[in-house]
C-alpha cells in the first residue's frame, strides 16, 4: 500500500483510465511536469523508474546485510517516503552505518521530482545540480544537519561522529518526510526538536512522493518575500524578470505562480495551527508535542516525539488522520474532488426532477 501510494492514487488511476479531469488531479496532487508528451505515456514513465529503483535499493540492502524479505519492504517504504520498518526500532535496531546511508540514498531519491530523476537516469548530471529546487534541497541539509547535530553532542553528550550520524539520518527522514528513525526523540533537546518540526513543514519536492509543503514552494516564497524587500528598497523604475530553473530549464516567477504559491502555503500553515490546537486539547499535552505530531500527521512523516501510540485517545487519532489525508492530497485535490463530487449530483439530481 506504501509504494502504490508513493506514486499517488491519482498516477495509478491514470496508468489505467484517463478522463477529462486527469489533468486537473494530477496537478493538484502534487506532479506539475509532464515527462512525455501525454499524460498516460508520463505515468508509465514514472512507474518504470520507480520499479527499477526498488530493484536497485532491494539489492544493495542484500548487501549490506539485510535479508530478501526485509530488504523489499524497506526499500518500497523508503522509496514511497512511507517508513514503516518490519522492525520495532525502525532503521536504528540494525545499527548499520551502511544500512543508513543506503536508506538516506532512497530517501533523497524518493523526495526528489521524477521530472530530475528522469534526468538522472539519462545521465545529464549539469541539468541535475542547476535544479533550484535540488540546491535548495542541499542548502537546507548543509544548515539543519550541523545544528542538529550540535544540539544533539551539547545536549546529549554525544560524540562528533555519532551526532553527525543521528542528524544527518533523521534531518533527511525528516525532510523526504519518509519517518525512518535512528533513536528515539524523548530525550532529544529543543533546538533539535524544533529544527525537526521547521523539516517536518518543509518537506521534499514537489512532483515527487514526499509530502509537506514542499521544497519548491518555499523556495518560491523566499524568493517572493526577497523580491517584495527589494521593490521597497529599489527605485520604482527597476524592471526585474525573476525565474527559476526546474528539470525543464528556465520558468519565470510570474503573478500566476505567486498567487498559486503563497495561497497553498497560507492553506497548509492554517491547516498546521488549527491541528496543532486541537491536538492540545484532546491529547493535553505541550504545545511542543503537539507541533511535533502535527507537523508529522499533515507532512505525511510519520515520526514522532513519544504522543502518538497504541494508547493515544481516539479523538487525536481522528485529527492526525485527517492530516495525513489532506496531507497526502495535497488539500487541493480534496477541494476539486469534493466540487467534482457535488457537481455530478447536481447533474443527477437535475436529469431526476426533468424526468418527473
Not at 488531479?25 to 499524460?39: F, R, T
Request: proline fraction near 3%; include cysteine.
Amino acid at each position: 500500500m506504501q509504494f502504490c501510494g508513493g506514486l499517488g492514487f491519482v498516477m495509478m488511476m491514470i496508468m489505467l483510465v484517463q478522463d477529462k479531469q486527469s489533468m486537473n488531479l494530477y496537478n493538484a496532487e502534487g506532479h506539475p511536469d509532464k515527462l512525455m508528451p501525454n499524460l498516460k505515456k508520463t505515468a508509465q514513465t514514472i512507474c518504470l523508474m520507480y520499479n527499477g529503483f526498488l530493484i536497485a535499493g532491494t539489492a544493495a540492502y542484500c548487501l549490506a546485510g539485510m535479508n530478501l524479505f526485509d530488504a523489499i519492504n524497506h526499500a518500497m517504504c523508503a522509496l514511497s517516503t512511507g517508513g514503516f520498518s518490519t522492525r520495532l526500532n525502525s532503521i536504528g535496531e540494525y545499527n548499520s552505518f551502511s544500512i543508513e546511508v543506503i536508506t538516506v540514498v532512497l530517501m533523497l531519491i524518493g523526495t526528489t521530482n521524477f521530472a530530475v530523476l528522469l534526468l538522472i537516469t539519462k545521465r545529464k548530471w549539469r541539468q541535475v545540480i542547476n535544479v533550484s529546487e535540488v540546491k535548495f534541497m542541499f542548502l537546507l541539509l548543509l544548515i539543519f544537519v550541523p545544528l542538529i547535530a550540535s544540539s544533539l553532542i551539547n545536549g546529549l553528550n554525544m560524540g562528533l561522529a555519532e551526532g553527525l550520524r543521528h542528524a544527518f539520518f533523521d534531518a533527511s527522514s525528516a525532510l523526504s518526510t519518509s519517518g525512518y528513525s535512528s533513536m528515539s526523540y524523548v530525550s532529544w533537546p529543543p533546538l533539535a526538536i524544533g529544527s525537526l518540526i521547521l523539516i517536518m513543514l518543509i518537506g521534499g519536492g514537489i512532483g515527487s512522493t514526499a509530502g509537506g509543503i514542499k521544497i519548491s514552494r518555499i523556495y518560491l516564497m523566499l524568493r517572493i518575500i526577497l523580491k517584495n524587500i527589494r521593490k521597497r528598497l529599489l527605485p520604482t523604475r527597476t524592471i526585474e524578470a525573476p525565474y527559476y530553473i526546474k528539470a525543464q530549464g528556465k520558468t519565470p516567477i510570474d503573478t500566476d505562480l505567486e498567487m498559486d504559491t503563497t495561497g497553498f502555503v497560507a492553506c497548509y500553515i492554517s491547516l498546521f495551527i488549527i491541528g496543532t490546537l486541537l491536538i492540545t486539547i484532546t491529547a493535553n499535552c505541550s504545545l511542543t508535542e503537539a507541533m511535533f505530531e502535527f507537523a508529522s500527521a499533515l507532512g505525511t512523516v510519520g515520526l514522532s516525539i513519544g504522543l502518538t501510540s497504541p494508547t493515544t485517545n481516539a479523538a487525536t487519532l481522528i485529527v492526525e488522520t485527517f492530516g495525513m489525508i489532506l496531507g497526502r492530497l495535497e488539500i487541493f485535490i480534496v477541494l476539486i474532488g469534493v466540487y467534482s463530487g457535488g457537481t455530478a449530483l447536481k447533474q443527477y439530481f437535475t436529469r431526476r426532477a426533468s424526468r418527473i
